[in-house]
């Protein structure tokens, strides 16, 4: 495709292999590129004895911008260009939904940004927390919205409105406004705010884009994720109706349509800017949480036939001293030694 700017053009032979790429704990800590990954992408593009150039793709359970914001943001980081070809964040296959809903929450992510994210996915009708309450103040008791935050949100009168599902797109910035409105709606009659269903059946469901509990910052210790809010909605849930909730579905890893997605994506990227058709013979996956990225490759590998081979790196969630909730293939320090790892294990 026109905006891929891999040159290919020196190659002699499209390797039989292939990598996708974890982001945090991987490639980038607390918004900083970890060294070792800039030079391991340099080799993966050429800089490599035998001259080859090697395809790969990003694979993250983060979010909160558009496919094409982040991935100006990763291009300036590693050093190299990254296109959306290439790249899926934990909301990107939440696409395929769009036109399942015709109103609905999104919830997460820097001010609206997640907004203009659902829109461009063809979501019809977006509301956020920040329009509701510009509604009535009063369902957040203890936060008003910011002269910014008023400017950006939306007058709608919800008491007509019906919401029909809630997409959790990225990390909350805001959990007690946002658990509140999620609270509001999951027990209400068919997602209209204000109301109180007594069965507790006709809430709307509710997705989340991944399911990770934590991950992994500059900060010494794992940071609490998505995963952490959806299992505090599952608490709050439980204590105020005594019901299960049972429609939280998750995207993201270790889903296996997310890995599905990915190889879509994977074959698309080597036809288009490697002129190779079908997928290749191994994809090395390089991961730092063994609950997602090892479960996830280790799974899909067992589903198709190609290769699906887990690589853990030491530089994220997982650090060595405890067992991996899920055994990778094989474990290396970094990014670097891993696609060392994997492109001498495919010579
Ligand atoms: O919020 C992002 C985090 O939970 C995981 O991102 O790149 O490690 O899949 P990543
Ligand atoms: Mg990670």
């Not at 509604?135 to 007058?155: A, G, I, Y």
Request: with cysteine; aromatic share 10%.
């Amino acid at each position: 495709s026109s905006d891929t700017e891999s040159d290919t053009s020196t190659k002699s032979v499209v390797p039989t292999y292939a990598f996708a790429f974890d982001i945090d704990g991987v490639l980038i800590k607390g918004g900083q590129v970890i060294p070792e990954a800039k030079k391991a992408m340099r080799i993966l593009n050429g800089e490599n004895e035998d001259g080859i150039k090697v395809p790969y793709i990003f694979l993250t359970n983060g979010g909160g911008r558009t496919e094409e914001e982040r991935c100006k943001i990763l291009s300036a980081q590693l050093g190299i260009p990254v296109s959306p070809g290439q790249f899926i964040c934990g909301h990107t296959p939440m696409r395929e939904m769009a036109a399942s809903y015709g109103t609905v929450l999104v919830v997460g992510g820097e001010g609206e940004k997640c907004r203009t994210v659902a829109e461009g996915y063809g979501f019809r009708d977006v509301i956020t927390p920040g329009d509701i309450m510009r509604w009535k103040s009063n369902v957040t008791p203890f936060r008003k919205l910011t002269e910014d935050e008023f400017l950006n949100s939306r007058e709608r009168d919800f008491s007509q409105v019906d919401i029909e599902a809630i997409f959790v797109f990225a990390d909350s910035r805001h959990w007690g406004d946002d658990s509140q409105i999620i609270m509001d709606l999951l027990m209400s009659v068919n997602g209209r705010m204000g109301t109180l269903s007594t069965t507790f059946e006709e809430g709307p469901p509710i997705y989340f884009s991944h399911n990770d509990v934590v991950w992994a910052t500059d900060f010494d210790l794992n940071r609490l994720g998505m995963g952490a809010l959806r299992i505090m909605i599952e608490a709050l849930y439980k204590a105020r109706t005594g019901k299960t909730l049972n429609t939280a579905t998750s995207f993201g890893k270790p889903q296996m349509g997310t890995f599905r997605y990915a190889t879509k994506v994977l074959e698309q990227w080597r036809r288009d800017v490697f002129g190779e058709n079908g997928p290749p013979q191994t994809v090395y996956f390089v991961g730092d949480t063994p609950e997602s990225d090892i479960r996830g490759t280790n799974e899909f590998d067992k589903q198709v036939d190609e290769e699906w081979c887990s690589i853990l790196v030491k530089t994220g969630v997982w650090q060595p001293g405890s067992e991996p909730a899920y055994k990778p293939k094989v474990t290396v320090d970094t990014v670097l030694d891993a696609i060392k790892w994997g492109m001498d294990r495919s010579r």
